[in-house]
């Protein structure tokens, strides 16, 4: 150990979840910061741990539980140790949290990313029982939190907090509250800051961007999107999730005419069965999203299309499920996020009649897995000799003569290192050899 002088102190930080909890992970590392903290990745010499939880599915919350119990070795190796519990599961559980692992220090919800700093400072000084804050309250979060960004290019920005469409297997509207639309202003503001410190890319979050300013009617979101493509530096705006039921005409217009919007959709669709659909309480019918993707094709010709898809949903039938493999084989998305269901108690869909078997929903998976990889390795193989704008993000994680970056339409690509490139440029990329989930190719 040092001589005490400015001895920094180290906080591990696990992230589960969707972007917008590694965004709340980077308001958290922020005020971290501002206490001396610096990031480790080693659970074992850290003065403090936090978890930022997931708990859409019970796969998330599984993780969350093991890890929580390897702490516990460590709490006792070290009693110093703060150990904190942020996120989603944090909010659906509270003090149920504790009552399992007395070794946790503090539980803060999902809208108490603001009160850790208070929160960590007060632990420091008196250990005096555990701190439990979960009220979810009404209020979004304030807009001065310092901010830690963990990527390089690549800055998440929320735009909105919270759900308001209470899908029938979901938990997140539970335990992230109502929707809030961040001021335009604040949205730009943070874009301009991450674009002058070098950021390329801004990705939009919310559960769904397309009632952005619904609520103070300051901005649409096609506004928005608008106003952050003009932002002096930013090279490529990214946004999720795009719930289908209301993607309007003037987002389309948007992206077609905006400088550096990516031709990129993603539109959950979720399944392919109206009955499963309505069953879901998704809104929309097929025939609407079918018409909406006929619209996002005529505007944006190059744009790609990826899905969000749930399989083994109480009721569903082996003809539901015929219908969306269907559905996938009319559609042809580029890419798709499958999900077996999970049940979420507090839901609508937990408490459904009959609850598909495990055995049947992985069975039914695999065989959706199978006909989609068809349908992405012959959209990946029609773009074979073209060449593509790839920003580059540096070596792959195995070989550091193989380069990486993705296109506009969220492809990843790989190339062989010529030595001209530099991370965070557009480079242009022939594609030779394009496989199911990467495209390959060699730099222009
Ligand atoms: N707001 C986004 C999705 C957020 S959750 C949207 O509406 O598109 C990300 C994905 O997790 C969802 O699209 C859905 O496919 C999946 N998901 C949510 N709850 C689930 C559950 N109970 N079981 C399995 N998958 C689920
Ligand atoms: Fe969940 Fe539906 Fe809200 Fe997405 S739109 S977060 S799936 S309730
Ligand atoms: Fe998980 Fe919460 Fe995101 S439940 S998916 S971390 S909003």
């Given at each position: 150990m040092g001589n005490g002088i400015l001895q920094k102190k180290r906080a591990f930080i696990g992230v589960y979840g969707c972007q917008m909890n590694i965004s709340d992970a980077e308001r958290m590392e922020g005020q971290l910061a501002t206490l001396g903290y610096e990031r480790t990745e080693d659970m074992a010499r850290a003065d403090l741990i936090l978890l930022n939880t997931c708990c859409v599915r019970e796969t998330a919350e599984d993780k969350v539980y093991g890890k929580i119990g390897e702490i516990k070795h460590i709490k006792r190796a070290n009693p110093a140790l703060i150990f904190g519990i942020t996120g989603c599961m944090a909010q659906k559980e509270g003090e149920a949290l504790i009552r399992r692992a007395p070794h946790i220090d503090f539980v803060l919800g999902t809208n108490k990313v603001h009160e850790l700093k208070a929160t960590v400072r007060q632990l420091e000084s008196a250990r005096r029982g555990p701190v439990v804050d979960v009220l979810l309250g009404d209020a979004p979060l304030p807009e001065n939190v310092p901010i830690e960004r963990t990527g390089r290019l690549s800055a998440w920005v929320p735009i909105m907090y919270g759900c308001n469409n209470f899908c029938t297997y979901c938990i997140v509207p539970y335990v992230r509250g109502r929707e809030h639309s961040r001021r335009p202003e604040d949205v730009v503001r943070e874009v301009e800051e991450a674009a002058a410190q070098g950021f390329k890319e801004i990705t939009l979050l919310g559960q769904n961007v397309n009632s952005y300013g619904r609520d103070h009617k300051l901005a649409s979101f096609a506004e928005l999107l608008l106003m952050v493509d003009a932002v002096?530096?930013?090279?490529r705006v990214r946004y999720m999730t795009s719930h289908p039921k209301d993607l309007s005409d003037a987002v389309i217009d948007a992206v077609r005419q905006g400088r550096h919007i990516c031709p990129h959709f993603h539109l959950p669709v979720q399944h392919g069965s109206d009955r499963i659909l309505r069953a879901m309480n998704r809104v929309y019918r097929k025939d609407a999203y079918r018409s909406l993707v006929e619209r996002i094709r005529a505007a944006v010709p190059d744009a790609s299309l990826t899905t969000d898809l749930i399989v083994g949903f109480p009721g569903e039938t082996e003809e539901d499920f015929g219908e969306l493999l269907d559905f996938l084989r009319e559609i042809r998305y580029d890419a798709a996020y499958t999900f077996l269901y999970s049940k979420r108690s507090g839901t609508p869909a937990a408490t459904m009649e009959a609850q598909v078997e495990d055995s049947v929903k992985k069975e039914r998976l695999h065989r959706l897995m199978e006909v989609q990889n068809e349908i992405s390795l012959e959209k990946n193989a029609a773009l074979k000799g073209t060449v593509q704008e790839v920003l580059a993000e540096g070596p792959s994680r195995t070989d550091e003569d193989v380069w990486t970056g993705r296109t506009g339409t969220n492809k990843i690509v790989l190339w062989r290192k010529k030595g001209q490139e530099t991370e965070g440029d557009i480079v242009r990329v022939r594609i030779t050899q394009p496989q199911t989930w990467v495209l390959k190719g060699e730099l222009q």
């Open positions: 002096k530096g930013v090279e």
